[in-house]
Every structure is written in structure tokens, then in C-alpha cells.
């Protein structure tokens, strides 16, 4: 596959441009800040939950497009999950960027499988998983 | 700051050969992601000619020895090498003397000796370093950190929304207790040349010393220390076709008499006693341990292919890059650029953004092309925020560039537009 099909392929850009997830929350639950000194991403996740479940999650900074199509596919797939499952996917996402793990994620969720070719691409793969590695601090030290 | 001109694409002003200059450099002939290699990320470091790199190899492989300790004849050898390095770079910069040329790592370890020797000697509280807000971290932070560490205070050259200077005011900034003053000669992310010389004049009417960082501008441009009249001058090897960790402070022999070594050990100390030692004089005291030898050897042999080439000519050809470069961005309208219009104060460096498509998409495009730039804030995050943006993509040009280069990277840009227009 080219790069192009790769890293710029419909459903990444779409993640990228989408406003849905995009904008602070005021009174969030929850709050956490990630970066990437090396190429200036700089992203904060805003999350509120109700009887244990995220009810909303957003994100808000600024990033290249497979930063924000991250950011933007994390928001839309932890969205109604509990913390054990949103601790899934997120392991299940990492493992899809960080080890030889394939993908299989449910058909609601299976946009995320769009990010496999970034693999391909040693320097963008932190892109992709700035907001997943923050929001693992969020996800890590809540009861 | 766009320019309508219409530029001539044969860049015969300088009269440099490109074509024979490129041959010199092995990895020119090389493809990345499959296609020509073009590199414009000269600002982070330049491509290295094949005389650098076999002097370095003939070191290690004829005569490699440590200088000044042994008593045979590679060890003399190596020595010879090394101690005419000095000199070399000396003239090179027409530095009154060879003692007064310090080898470090790069600029950043030259900043921070002076930052170590002078200025935690001479900065105490209340102080002011007067410091300008388009500076590398390397200029900026060492500073900052003193500042810090002594209760003294950073103030800053008013620089305008462009990101040159506005000296109007230069002379009443000295009313403060203005301490040393560090400021480059050629921005990283603009290629802008502040007026140097109008500095270090008004700096000295009032007794304040000057260091210039010169990372960007030594490589491209002839330097007189002397002319100048700097106290201080840092620069490094590898943006000038020379060795990786390799780097040189200049020093006025004032300036260095008043410092403290910032490293001890081996082959800078006369005696030493059980509780005391004396250190050598200039230059040895600064350079503790065994020195980068090869890396000196090699930025022996850059200087001499530089000086072979002739810098007035090389600084001629990047200003006549910069203006092609800066005509063909005029036909493209959502690319904004950054720096001042005025290309007489620019070196061979061309930032901007290309919509609103992040500049880490545009270098990714852009290597998938063969086409290397440098992406992000480029150390110096103080001028991005002076401009408002994040980051810029960098495209920094030196002598074996040509308009084909230029070419290349605007195709580049034709294809990112390609892929986020869809």
C-alpha cells in the first residue's frame, strides 16, 4: 500500500477534520494533559462519567492529522464504555501499533483498524498514540 | 511576505559550480523512500563532503594516536594535525590568535561554557541578560537557567511581528543592568541576520560584553571576530560539511582571562600538587580530557573546503535560492511564510505552513517524496509564539542546492494539497 492509503486514507482524515469530539468540558470528571516535544502535539482529554460509565469524552489542542484522528477515534470509541472496557481497547489499540497483535475490535468500533498502517511508520506512531497513552493516566488511577 | 519577482532559475551570480560541488558529497547520489534525495534540512546539520570524511578516515587509519602525551611519531603526527586545526579555524574566523579558539562539542557546549566560566562569575542579582526572543534554546534556555539559578533577570531585543529587530531603542535597554548580552546572528527558523555589528557597538559603549551565536551563520558567511569586535563567538562543525561533536567558542583573550575552567581533569592542569593544581594557559585550559581528535581533523578539513570554495560565494548562491524560492511561493496563496519580506537581511532558510495542514503532515508528504525538511518548532519554541503557531515546515537550503531542489520541494507541496484538498 502507499503511503497515502496508509496514513492518509478517508477514515483517518475524516477523524481528523470531525468537530464532534473537539472543545473543552466544563466541569469534567476528569482531566489530563500529553505531549510530544519532539513535533509540538499538545493535546488535553476531557472526560465525564455517570454510574461508572464515560458518558462523554473530548479532546482539545492542536496535532498533526494522525494525532487528531487518534485523539478523535479514542473519544468515539471509549464514549458509553466502562473503565475495564475502555482499558481494553485501549490495550487492544497498542498492541495493534506496538506489537505483532492483529486487530479485532467489534464492528461499532472497527474505524480503529484504519490506524494499522501507521505501523508502517515508526516517527507517526506516537502521533497516533498521544491521546491513547494519556488517557491511560486517567484510566490507570481511577478506582 | 511574498515576492512577486521573477527570478532567472540558473543560479550563475556566485559562479559556483553545483554540479561538480554535488559530486563531492556521497550521499547526494543517494534515494530515499525511492526517489532522488533532496535535502533541505541544512539547518539542522549539512551533508558531509568526501574530503571531511576521508580525513577522518585517514586519522584512524594511518596515524591514530592521543595528542600531546606520546612520544612517538603518530602521536606527533596526530598532535601536528590537531594543533593546526587551530590555526586553520583561527583565520577562518580572523581570530588574532590561535589560543584564543576553544574546541567544544557544538555550539550549545560553547554557550554553556561561557554560561559556566564568565557567567556565574559575573551575573548576580538583579542583573539583567539581555537575550532577543528569536534565539535557539541553546542561547535561550543556558541563559535562562542562570538567570534562574542567580535572582538575575532575562529582558529581550524587541523583535517585531516578523521576527527581525527593532533597534530604535537599543541604546535606553542599556539603562538596565545589562550584564552580557547573547544573541544570534542568523535566526534558525527565519534565516533573518539581525545587524550584529550595531549591537556589539552599542553594547560596548556601555561596557557590556557580546556573544554571538553563529550556528547558522558561520556556515554560510565570511566572520571577522575581530571586525566584529565580538567577546564571544559559538558555532558547530556539523552544519558547516564538517564532523557530528564537534564545535568552537571563540574567545577575546578578556574575555577568557576572567573565566573559570567549566571541566577538569587530564591534559589541562601544569601541576598538580595534593591539594592544589595550576592549569595550562589558553586554549588547553578549557579542554579537559582527551579531545574529539578526528572530529577537529575533520573540521580541519571542512574549513579548508569551504575556504577552497570561497564563503562570499556561497552566501551569494543561498541569496539567490532564498529570492527563487520566495518567487515560487508566491503561486501558492494559502502559503503563508515566515520572516522579514527584505531578502538582503535573510540567509538560505524558507519557513511556513501550507494551510491549515499541520507541519509534521506537510514533511511526512514531503519525505514520501524524497524530500527531507526539518518539521515542529525547531528549538526554538520563544519565535513561535512570537508568530502565533505552533510550528512551521523548514526548508533550508546551503552550496550544493540548486532551483531543481526548490522544484522538488513545491511538487511536494503540490501533492500535500493533493491529499488534504480531496
New interface residues.
Given amino acids: 500500500m502507499s503511503y497515502e492509503e496508509d496514513l492518509y486514507k478517508e477514515i483517518i482524515l475524516e477523524n481528523y477534520r470531525s468537530k464532534k469530539n473537539k472543545g473543552a468540558i466544563d466541569g469534567a470528571d476528569f482531566h489530563a494533559e500529553g505531549a510530544n516535544p519532539s513535533c509540538g502535539d499538545d493535546l488535553e482529554l476531557f472526560l465525564t462519567v455517570k454510574a461508572g460509565v464515560i458518558e462523554r469524552m473530548t479532546y482539545e489542542g492542536i496535532g498533526c492529522s494522525i494525532c487528531c484522528a487518534g485523539a478523535n477515534l479514542l473519544c468515539e470509541s471509549l464514549t458509553g464504555r466502562s473503565f475495564d472496557r475502555a482499558r481494553e481497547i485501549v490495550a487492544q489499540f497498542k498492541g495493534m501499533l506496538l506489537e505483532e497483535q492483529e486487530p479485532d475490535f467489534e464492528d461499532e468500533i472497527s474505524d480503529l483498524e484504519a490506524m494499522q498502517g501507521v505501523k508502517k511508520y515508526p516517527v507517526r506512531i506516537k502521533c497516533a498514540l498521544l491521546a491513547w497513552n494519556t488517557v491511560e493516566g486517567i484510566l490507570n488511577n481511577a478506582e | 511576505m511574498r515576492s512577486s519577482l521573477s527570478v532567472d532559475k540558473t543560479p550563475s551570480r556566485s559562479g559556483l559550480d553545483i554540479a561538480k560541488i554535488r559530486e563531492d558529497f556521497p550521499n547526494l547520489g543517494k534515494s530515499m523512500r525511492g526517489k532522488p534525495f533532496v535535502y533541505l534540512d541544512n539547518g539542522a546539520t549539512s551533508l558531509k563532503p568526501r574530503q571531511v570524511i576521508e580525513s577522518e578516515i585517514r586519522y584512524y587509519e594511518e596515524y591514530c594516536a592521543n595528542i600531546h602525551r606520546g612520544v612517538y611519531e603518530f602521536s606527533e603526527i596526530a598532535t601536528e594535525e590537531y594543533d593546526s586545526v587551530r590555526s586553520k579555524v583561527a583565520r577562518f574566523i580572523g581570530a588574532p590568535e590561535d589560543g584564543h579558539v576553544i574546541f567544544t562539542r557544538g555550539t550549545t557546549e560553547s554557550v554553556n561554557v561561557v554560561m559556566h566560566g564568565w557567567g556565574r562569575k559575573n551575573v548576580g542579582e538583579g542583573d539583567v541578560i539581555l537575550i532577543s526572543e528569536i534565539e535557539h534554546h541553546a542561547n535561550y534556555v543556558t541563559w535562562q537557567q542562570l538567570a534562574q539559578e542567580k535572582g538575575a533577570r532575562l529582558e529581550f531585543i524587541p523583535a517585531r511581528p516578523d521576527g527581525s529587530f527593532d533597534l530604535s531603542g537599543l541604546d535606553a535597554l542599556f539603562e538596565m543592568p545589562v550584564k552580557i548580552v547573547a544573541v544570534t546572528a542568523m535566526s534558525n527558523v527565519t534565516g533573518y541576520k539581525p545587524d550584529i555589528k550595531t549591537i556589539i557597538d552599542t553594547a560596548h559603549r556601555h561596557d557590556v560584553p557580546v556573544l554571538v551565536d553563529a550556528a547558522q551563520y558561520a556556515s554560510h558567511h565570511t566572520v571577522n571576530v575581530a571586525e566584529l569586535d565580538c567577546d564571544f563567538l559559538c558555532f558547530s562543525g556539523h552544519k558547516m560539511c564538517g564532523p557530528t561533536g564537534i564545535g568552537v567558542l571563540y574567545g577575546h583573550e578578556r574575555m577568557l582571562a576572567d573565566m573559570d575552567p567549566y571541566m577538569y581533569g587530564g591534559d589541562m592542569v601544569v601541576r598538580v600538587k595534593r591539594d592544589t593544581s595550576t592549569f595550562k594557559p589558553l586554549p588547553e585550559r578549557f579542554e579537559a580530557g582527551t579531545p574529539n581528535i578526528a572530529g577537529v581533523i575533520g573540521l580541519g578539513a571542512a574549513v579548508e573546503y569551504l575556504q577552497g570554495i570561497g564563503m562570499d560565494a556561497i552566501a551569494e548562491h543561498e541569496a539567490h535560492l532564498i529570492e527563487y524560492t520566495l518567487s515560487r511561493a508566491a503561486e501558492f496563496p494559502d502559503l503563508v511564510s515566515y520572516g522579514p519580506a527584505d531578502h538582503s537581511t535573510r540567509g538560505g532558510i524558507f519557513s511556513f505552513n501550507l494551510g491549515d ?5 506537510v514533511g ?2 514531503l519525505d ?1 517524496e524524497g524530500v527531507a525538511v526539518r ?3 525547531h528549538c526554538a519554541q520563544p519565535i ?1 509564539r512570537l508568530f502565533g503557531v ?2 512551521t515546515v523548514r526548508a533550508s537550503m546551503y552550496l550544493y542546492n540548486d532551483t531543481d531542489d526548490i522544484d522538488m520541494l513545491f511538487e511536494g507541496l503540490d501533492k500535500v494539497r493533493g ?2 484538498n ?1
Fill in positions: 495542514v499541520h507541519s509534521h503532515d511526512s508528504i514520501q518539521t515542529g518548532f513561535m505552533p510550528g491529499i488534504f480531496r
